[in-house]
């Protein structure tokens, strides 16, 4: 089961102290948006989780089906367009992760192929992919 992450501001423009359980790190916006680069920001620590979930996912299985797989490198970016380009044709932005996964290990194609699905299928994926609602009140 996950824990509940907190997240307080920190002591510097646009920082943020975050906290699961004894592990702790911070979060930040890059130099040309007035941060101090301290930290990943949002975007890349989801993309960070992402690329952490495909993975461990991927070996989970590879290991319980006793598959030679020696190591995973999973390249993940973000990328937003805007308007026509975007293909929409309505003026609406479009967004778009890209995973580029690497497998280490003697396996076979079927093998490469069926752990690409699985990473396709770890529980961020599904909840990036989902219509997740996402309830945001006033704490007491």
């Known amino acids: ?6 997240v307080d501001a920190g002591n510097l ?3 943020e102290n975050i906290r699961v359980g004894s592990h702790s790190l911070q ?3 890059s130099i040309d948006v007035g941060g101090k680069d301290v930290g990943a920001n949002p975007h890349e620590l989801l993309l960070a989780a992402l690329g952490a ?3 461990t996912t991927v070996r989970m299985y590879a290991e319980r089906k006793g598959w030679p797989l020696d190591g ?3 390249e993940l970016s973000y990328a937003q367009t805007h308007g026509a380009a975007a293909g929409s ?3 609406r932005n479009a967004e778009e992760i890209e995973m580029d996964i690497s497998f280490w290990g003697y396996l076979s194609d079927e093998q490469r192929e069926r752990l690409l699905q699985i990473a396709r299928k770890c529980p961020v994926h599904h909840i990036l ?5 996402i309830r945001a009140e006033l704490a007491s």
């Open 89 to 91: 044709g309505d003026g």
């Open 27 to 29: 979060a930040d916006e």
């Open 1 to 6: 089961m996950a824990r509940n992450v907190r």
């Open 72 to 74: 995973v490198h999973i």
């Open 13 to 15: 423009r646009f920082v």
């Open 53 to 55: 979930c495909a993975s």
């Open 129 to 133: 992919t989902s219509s997740i609602p």
